[in-house]
């Protein structure tokens, strides 16, 4: 079952205008979401995170939104620019293991490109 | 500099031929972990370690080794690889423990084939 989902494989959008990347979460047991970049040839970065206890936050360019009661979360850049043109990635912080590590779970992932 | 260091970045390999990706981390990292990429499926975990000699499967353990005997290494054996473990891989590192956010740290990937 796959517990965090991106159903956008791909969005396209023009340089300047907004970008709207969609993620939504079935397990009401996450309390941490991140949302990781990733261009070509190179591993993911972090990008943004939010805890289940805000539903917004704010880093220059991106926002990250948070609707727990429809279990969705969303990132905005604005503007967006051709330098953003990436595979962006949302994942959720699960259960504490026990053995000392809290478990992410990844989505599929949506590959954005910004058109100059 | 810190950083997540795999090796190799790329192999092609045959099917049963063992091998070894490295990984190495120099940030003093309790917690370390591999992934898998493949199209359409996203990151899956495949292992990952919480310490020295502290070892515990991911979603798809199958076909694949791990061993933590070094804080900073963390190295992915696959004893008899098969053509579905042809996929790009990626080892990541973080503090763990209760403060940690999620917030990983993701070595450049190593792309294997195997034919």
């Known amino acids: 079952d796959q517990q965090v989902k991106q159903n956008s494989p791909s969005l396209s959008v023009q340089e300047g205008r907004i970008s709207i990347l969609n993620c939504d979460y079935t397990?009401?047991?996450?309390?941490?979401f991140l949302w990781y970049k990733k261009y070509p040839a190179e591993g993911p970065t972090f990008l943004i995170s939010?805890?289940?206890?805000?539903d917004k936050n704010e880093d220059g360019r991106f926002t990250v939104f948070l609707n727990k009661s429809a279990k969705h979360l969303s990132l905005h850049i604005v503007p967006s620019q051709p330098g953003d043109s990436a595979v962006y990635f949302c994942?959720?912080?699960?259960?504490?293991?026990?053995?000392?590590?809290?478990?992410?779970?990844f989505g599929k992932g949506t590959k954005l490109s910004v058109i100059p | 500099e810190a950083q997540v260091t795999q090796n190799p970045r790329y192999l092609i390999t045959v099917t049963g031929k063992k091998l070894t990706v490295t990984c190495s981390q120099n940030?003093?990292?309790?917690?370390m972990s591999w992934y898998r990429q493949d199209p359409g499926l996203g990151l899956r975990q495949i292992y990952y370690?919480?310490?020295?000699?502290?070892?515990d499967k991911g979603d798809v353990p199958e076909g694949y080794k791990v061993s933590r005997k070094e804080k900073r290494n963390f190295p992915l054996i696959l004893e008899s690889p098969s053509p579905n473990q042809t996929s790009l891989y990626f080892c990541?590192?973080?503090?763990?423990?209760?403060?940690?956010?999620?917030?990983?740290?993701f070595g450049e990937g190593s792309r294997l084939t195997v034919l």
């Open positions: 994942a959720a912080r699960g259960r504490y293991s026990g053995a000392g590590s809290y478990q992410l779970t």
């Open positions: 397990n009401s047991m996450f309390d941490y």
């Open positions: 939010i805890s289940s206890i805000k």
């Open positions: 940030m003093n990292h309790e917690y």
């Open positions: 370690s919480m310490n020295v000699e502290v070892t």
């Open positions: 990541a590192s973080n503090m763990g423990g209760r403060a940690d956010t999620g917030e990983l740290f």
